[in-house]
């Protein structure tokens, strides 16, 4: 009863911020420190990129057999190639450049339900690696350490949507030399390089702003989440998906009143999230979702449930700040967790949710605007620069092996 009263006396508190943080004077905090200096960092005249030119089948021919593509939490490998043909960073001169993308859309075989089939992504991107090192002197001259990829799958390179099986693949041989610009991100995890760039998961910016509600609304619900708690049709026994948090989620707060949990998915979901205070954003299959886009956009506080999780552009975004972090052996105790934190340390998260610089920062726009997430991928280059002259090969020397990986990844697409 206590925790209940407490809930509500909190929802009070808490409704004086307003529903929603894109509108005009909203409450804000700058970021303050070395995060909020890397956030408004501009990556133009630090950087040159060169674009591969690829024969269509590697990019647009994918999307024209299924346009489903353009709207999926996988898109920004679209987008991002989209955004670099007509960015200022694109040089049509391969000698000047600081860094080649290659770009090749790995995530773009779609089920008829619409998830991504990775099976064929390691001999795409085998080809695309390929053709290049073939048709141009680059990638030799390195192995593909001034190179970087966008690979958004759940697992990265690892180019599987089951850990274990993800884990056992490993990150694509030919990419270990590589910069890879990818949504997963886990601490000590095979299917994370050092020097990978975690980047945000698409969310449509436009569906999203045509969502949005008054900023004088409160917000009514303490906790919010809306997903599947289980996935019978693949975890059939229970306890592997999500590591079990999702199933201890709903078996301890499915009847209590301060947690709005269910699987169904409302038309009103991003309305829901702009009267909730706290989003929770637990790990699925993998540890990354769109809930934390969707959470900074909508002012809701992220209750990140993902043990190591390597947030997006952790170097420009306080998650600490912004975000409540619970350990997955925690979850039985959420409703303890969240009614304990002060009303004040609640209104500073919001006022730095409301920051508008964080939100853009989560976004990839059309067009492109200053200080997206495409300009944060750009700035993440631009600090590796300038390479370590290690990374140029000796003539004749080579690194990767070619031949190395699951045999049926080395048959020809």
């Not at 346009?67 to 920004?76: E, I, K, S």
């Not at 079990?244 to 499915?254: D, L, M, P, Q, Y």
């Not at 006022?351 to 976004?363: G, Y």
């Amino acid at each position: 009863m206590k925790n209940l009263v407490w809930g509500f006396l909190l929802l009070l508190l808490v409704s004086r911020i307003g529903a929603h943080d894109l509108h005009h004077g909203q409450r804000t905090e700058r970021i303050s420190g070395s995060a909020g200096d890397v956030l408004d960092d501009d990556p133009v005249g630090r950087l040159k990129v060169f674009v591969y030119e690829l024969p269509s089948k590697y990019n647009k021919k994918i999307l024209q057999k299924d346009p489903r593509c353009l709207n999926h939490m996988f898109a920004a490998e679209i987008f991002m190639h989209r955004f670099l043909l007509s960015s200022p960073v694109r040089t049509l001169n391969p000698e000047e450049a600081d860094w080649f993308y290659t770009p090749v859309y790995t995530t773009c075989d779609l089920t008829p339900n619409g998830l991504p089939l990775p099976f064929k992504s390691p001999r795409m991107m085998r080809s695309a690696i390929q053709l290049i090192s073939s048709n141009w002197p680059y990638w030799n001259r390195t192995e593909g350490a001034d190179h970087f990829f966008v690979v958004p799958h759940d697992f990265g390179a690892c180019f599987h949507y089951q850990e274990e099986k993800a884990i056992e693949r490993g990150i694509l041989p030919l990419l270990q030399r590589a910069t890879l610009v990818q949504t997963f991100g886990q601490k000590n995890h095979v299917c994370l390089n050092t020097g990978s760039i975690t980047i945000p998961p698409y969310a449509p910016p436009q569906k999203m702003q045509a969502h949005l509600i008054p900023p004088d609304i409160p917000r009514s619900i303490f906790v919010y989440f809306r997903g599947l708690f289980y996935d019978v049709g693949n975890d059939p026994e229970g306890g592997y998906y999500a590591r079990g948090a999702r199933a201890a989620v709903w078996e301890n707060f499915k009847d209590n009143p301060l947690f709005d949990i269910s699987t169904e998915h409302p038309t009103t979901y991003y309305e829901d999230m702009q009267r909730a205070v706290f989003c929770l954003c637990p790990l699925g299959w993998a540890p990354w979702s769109p809930r934390l886009v969707e959470g900074v956009i909508f002012g809701c506080i992220p209750v990140i449930i993902a043990d190591d999780i390597v947030l997006p552009f952790a170097d420009a975004i306080p998650w600490e700040d912004i975000g409540v972090f619970v350990a997955e052996k925690d979850v039985p105790n959420l409703d303890t967790i969240l009614t304990s934190i002060p009303p004040e340390v609640i209104l500073r998260k919001q006022r730095l949710l409301a920051n508008p610089s964080m939100k853009q920062a989560m976004l990839f726009p059309q067009p492109a605007q200053a200080g997206d997430a495409f300009h944060q991928i750009l700035n993440g280059l631009a600090r590796k620069l300038p390479h370590d002259t290690s990374v140029y090969l000796k003539r004749g020397e080579k690194v990767l092996n070619w031949t190395a990986g699951p045999v049926a990844d080395l048959k020809l697409w």
